[in-house]
Every structure is written in structure tokens, then in C-alpha cells.
């Protein structure tokens, strides 16, 4: 049996009256776990929204409890890490890691990097040697997939493409996600939202076969 831990960040709902107000991401991700467990109907789900239940931004108080081992913590330093050590409980069971995330800005919504924050964390998920030299950083996890399932209002964020230096949420995912033990990094985008044409239309259409190929390549 594997687990998946679903996470969808986007502000907007999947439900409402108007369906171009819906989010894209999280219809593509919806897709993607309908796809899943139609498969492997005994899998376990874990799932999250940011977008309606964003994670508490860290704070001084938060680091100090971090860095005083386990042992020496207040009740009140433990009350602060108490959502953080949810979260990781979560990140630690799960094989599969699905993200769905509009690009905000050119970078991920605040609810992402703030549980990105409260999950990246010293001698839960990562340690620190500086014995290492100028790589000091190594995952206590591994053996973990992310999938990250995107939308944008414009295109061409892909490398080589005309705004590949204006992508800060593909990248800054990757990149975090390995120090939670992600070794293999896939991505689903759908592009064009804010054209609103058929070069839209056809992205979204490739982004959900993109989907099912996905699954049934990781299944």
C-alpha cells in the first residue's frame, strides 16, 4: 500500500456557481487523485488545503523552540511546534508527494512557503554537519516523488522558454522538496489562463492527459 499526501494550495475553490472561477490546479490535482485511487483503490490519502487552511507563518519563537532539543522544551515551546510536527508526521509517511499550486506572483502562494517552513526543519527532516564543508545540508528522508501540478496566467516558463527566468514556483519547489527526501520531480502545467484562447484551452487539455499518463507511469 502507498501513501499519498495530497496538498492543494490555490486560494480559489473547486465549487463554485460560476466554473471559470473554479481552480485549475486543484481540478487537475482532484483528477489526478480520482485517476490514482481508481487504480489503487487501497492506497492511503492524506490531504490538505493551504488555500482555505493556510499554515501559521514562523515567528522568533517558533526558531527558538526548534533549536532546543526535545528534551529542554517549554509546554509553550511545544505548543508552537505542535502544527510543524503534524505536518512532518505527514511528509514522513507519505511515498508520494502531490502539490497542486497556481503561480502566484511568478513564485508559489504564501500558504505554500509557509508550510514549506513549517516542514523544512533541523534534525526532523534535514541535518547539519558543517563537517560537510560548503554542503552542510543533508534529507534524513528518502526514496520520495513529488508531483507538482500547476497553473499560470501566462507561458513560457519551461527552460528555454521566454519567461524561464521569471519562473519562481517550479524551481523553489524542487528545490525545498529535496530536503523532505524528494528524489524524483515531475510537473503538470496548465498555461494561458489570463488569454483565455484556445492556446489556453489546449494546455489545459494536454495538462489533463498529462495526468493520466502520469499515472499510470508511476502506477
Known sequence: MITLLHIDTSARRTDNDVKEYNSISKSLAAHFMDKWITLNSKDKVIYRDLGLNPPDFISQDWIAAVFTPDEKQSEEQKSLLTLSDTLIDEVDQADIIVISSPMYNYGMPAALKAWFDQVVRINKTFTFDLARGDFPIE??????KLI????SGEFGFEIGGIREKMNFLAPHVETASKYLGVEEFYEIKSEYQEFADARHGESLSNAYRGVEELVKQLV
Open 139 to 144: 534529507p534524513i528522508m528518502s526514496g520520495k
Open 148 to 151: 507538482l501540478i500547476s497553473s
